[in-house]
């Protein structure tokens, strides 16, 4: 057997770790023969990974590990899917390298970042029709960089980073039809629409618990009431062959728990399924990984194979071409600039022959702004553009999707939010912005994300009444 040495060995053991909020859960599994994995350990950290300082969130990421005489270094990141932004989107029949340039499209249409500013990971599946479809997500990509850090202060080298997908609670991967999956955890929902090996929804839950003695609990109205919104947001098609679900629930939530659920599902017309076990989507993801070496969704920037490293040796040694190239360069400077000189010369003469109209205009122009006081050359939409984007979160909590500026200096702005405190905190923020006045939030719905739309008046200082007044008073 020829051994390939551009290929990289199968990773046979990995940390998983899952972040949820501050709370963070990691497991070590092993691959000999059979995969095992380890005991889980669980720390609710002092400081958030996403805005505190990538140094102290690792220090203490890393005494957490040596704590639980944890070793292993190559690791796998489950991220909340409430993190990424989702879409669905329907693929033409195209090749490999046209379908990701169509997908980059698309998620320039959805999501309201630059694509520059997003790291993009996609899962196509399929439904009973005969057109194909792709989930797109993206993760900001300041986000992953801060978890880069903070992984590589505490000594730990990524491997993957992904979702926390319930896939371990779906049994047959390959079938077209769709069906929907609760994963009920301790704190959390995740909730989704598998499609044969790929999902056409996914979202985590958080606020559909109330606070209990031991363990929070359920709140069954809530939940449904999600799943009734997912279900609304549906293609009709998918919608109508959508018809099984199954909960997966921790062994502590017993099956009185489950029951008024289960029941609600059944009025919506599901044929339900409870699964009770000590399962998590951190287990299914490592499992995926070390069986597939790959993830189903995956954000971490694409590394250098070591046939691309060869690669750029070898171009290094086209230098000595380089610089011979640079003489031939300068001599092309030099008659650029030669041109650039007549042509400047030309225009001149131009010039010259149109200076005294010139002066007349400037001249004309000037008497306009002179009689015209509130006569305004400033970018105005500039001014208020930015205005706003000051009002809005650095960490990207919230999005605008619309902008607006109509008449009487009325702006309107729509987009969504990660929960209303943030939304609340924005208008507050605008209210305290000198030129902008009479703040109104004209809705809200949702709530993770919530959808809202505002408007206000832009009133610089009060500019245009002063010029107002005074030419009336003249």
């Known amino acids: 057997m020829i051994l390939n040495p551009l290929k990289p060995k199968p990773i046979q053991s990995l940390l998983g770790l899952a972040l949820y909020g501050r709370r963070l859960t990691a497991a070590v599994s092993r691959r000999n023969g059979e995969l095992r994995i380890g005991p889980?350990?669980?720390?609710?950290?002092?400081?958030?990974?996403?805005?505190?300082?990538?140094?102290?969130?690792?220090?203490?990421?890393?005494s957490f590990l040596d704590q639980h005489e944890i070793r292993e270094s190559r690791c796998l990141i489950c991220l909340p899917s409430n993190l990424a932004m989702a879409a669905s989107v329907d693929i033409p029949d195209l090749s490999d390298d046209d379908l990701q340039s169509y997908l980059e499209i698309?998620?320039?249409?959805?999501?309201?970042?630059?694509?520059?500013?997003?790291?993009?990971?996609?899962?196509?599946?399929?439904?009973?029709?005969?057109?194909?479809?792709?989930?797109?997500?993206?993760?900001?990509?300041?986000?992953?960089?801060?978890?880069?850090?903070?992984?590589?202060?505490?000594?730990?080298?990524?491997?993957?980073?992904?979702?926390?997908?319930?896939?371990?609670?779906h049994r047959d991967t390959q079938s077209s039809t769709p069906h929907l999956l609760l994963d009920v955890q301790?704190?959390?929902?995740?909730?989704?629409?598998?499609?044969?090996?790929?999902?056409?929804?996914?979202?985590?839950?958080?606020?559909?618990?109330e606070p209990g003695e031991n363990y929070p609990s359920l709140d069954c109205d809530v939940l449904t009431r999600e799943i009734k919104i997912t279900l609304g947001q549906l293609p009709n098609q998918l919608r109508?062959?959508?018809?099984?679900?199954?909960?997966?629930?921790?062994?502590?939530?017993?099956?009185?728990?489950?029951?008024?659920?289960?029941?609600?599902?059944?009025?919506?017309?599901f044929r339900t399924e409870l699964r009770s076990g000590d399962h998590t989507a951190l287990d299914a993801a490592v499992t995926n990984f070390l069986r597939d070496q790959k993830s189903t969704l995956e954000f971490l920037p694409p590394k250098k194979t070591q046939l691309q490293i060869f690669a750029e040796r070898v171009s290094s040694r086209r230098n000595a071409w380089i610089s011979a190239s640079v003489g031939s360069l300068t001599v092309l400077t030099a008659a650029i600039f030669y041109f650039q000189g007549y042509q400047l010369k030309s225009l001149e003469r131009e010039w010259n022959g149109m200076a005294d109209k010139v002066t007349e205009l400037e001249t004309l122009q000037n008497k306009i702004r002179q009689f015209r006081p509130w006569y305004d050359n400033s970018a105005q939409s500039l001014q208020i553009a930015k205005q706003l984007a000051a009002a809005f979160p650095k960490e990207g909590s919230i999005w605008a999707k619309s902008f607006e500026i109509k008449e009487n200096n009325t702006v309107f702005c729509s987009?969504?939010?990660?929960?209303?405190?943030?939304l609340i905190a924005v208008t507050d923020r605008l209210r305290a912005i000198e030129d902008i006045s009479d703040v109104t939030l004209q809705q809200s719905h949702g709530e993770a994300p919530v959808q809202f739309a505002f408007k206000f008046v832009w009133n610089p200082g009060g500019r245009r009444w002063i010029h107002k007044t005074v030419r009336n008073s003249s």
Request: hydrophobic share 35%.
């Open 40 to 62: 889980r350990a669980s720390i609710t950290l002092s400081r958030d990974t996403l805005t505190n300082d990538p140094e102290l969130v690792a220090q203490e990421i890393r």
């Open 106 to 169: 698309q998620a320039e249409a959805e999501f309201p970042f630059a694509l520059e500013d997003l790291n993009l990971a996609s899962v196509a599946y399929t439904t009973s029709g005969p057109s194909r479809h792709a989930m797109l997500a993206a993760v900001p990509k300041t986000y992953v960089i801060r978890i880069q850090q903070i992984l590589q202060h505490a000594g730990l080298r990524p491997l993957s980073l992904t979702l926390s997908l319930p896939e371990s609670c």
């Open 186 to 209: 301790q704190d959390h929902v995740g909730l989704s629409v598998r499609c044969g090996n790929g999902f056409s929804v996914i979202r985590s839950l958080d606020e559909v618990f």
């Open 240 to 269: 109508k062959n959508l018809s099984t679900a199954t909960i997966c629930h921790q062994p502590h939530l017993s099956g009185d728990v489950m029951k008024p659920l289960e029941g609600e599902l059944k009025q919506l017309g």
């Open 415 to 422: 987009g969504s939010a990660r929960n209303y405190q943030d």
